[in-house]
């Protein structure tokens, strides 16, 4: 496997209105502080070649919001590749969580850059239901089209795929 590889899970739910929910993440850290559109994620992470993207997915969900993934069938998203060459894997989950319950796992990194001192950020500085078209909006651009796929998935009617399966 060569290149970055990421994997999440795409929590989503009907809203009040009827419409397709989406829990999102803003991405924390000085980069990100001030921006909207394009720093709001699918709780993700990179994995490497020894594991398996569904297992990364929900590691990954438990390290960004601390919490427990839901349990239910899911529907795989496919891949994307974003703008800086990494591939990432989804799989959507129909369950509702409450964002106020996340506690994001951390990262380290010197700040300001140069200046010798390193600082501790938030993974996620913040995670909230979007519906699916303000998440477009504001989402990572290659990751726009889970929410599309998860858009045609839930106008179809069709079933849910089921847990992955260990091959």
Do not use: C, N
């Amino acid at each position: 496997m060569s290149g970055r590889r990421s994997a999440g899970l795409l929590l989503h739910r009907r809203g009040a209105d009827g419409g397709v929910e989406v829990l999102l993440g803003h991405m924390g850290g000085p980069f990100f502080a001030r921006r909207g559109a394009g720093a709001w994620t699918i709780p993700k992470g990179e994995y490497d070649g020894d594991e398996e993207p569904w297992a990364a997915a929900l590691r990954e969900f438990r390290e960004e919001l601390g919490l427990e993934p839901p349990d239910g069938p899911v529907v795989p998203l496919g891949e994307v590749r974003q703008a800086g060459g990494k591939t990432v894997t989804a799989w959507a989950l129909e369950a509702d969580l409450d964002p106020a319950a996340a506690v994001p796992g951390t990262f380290e990194m010197e700040w300001p850059r140069g200046s010798g001192r390193v600082q501790v950020f938030p993974e996620l500085d913040r995670v909230a239901w979007l519906p699916l078209g303000r998440a477009a909006e504001v989402i990572v651009k290659a990751q726009a089209e889970f929410l599309r796929r998860l858009a045609e998935h839930s106008a179809s009617g069709a079933p849910h795929a089921g847990e992955p399966r260990d091959e």
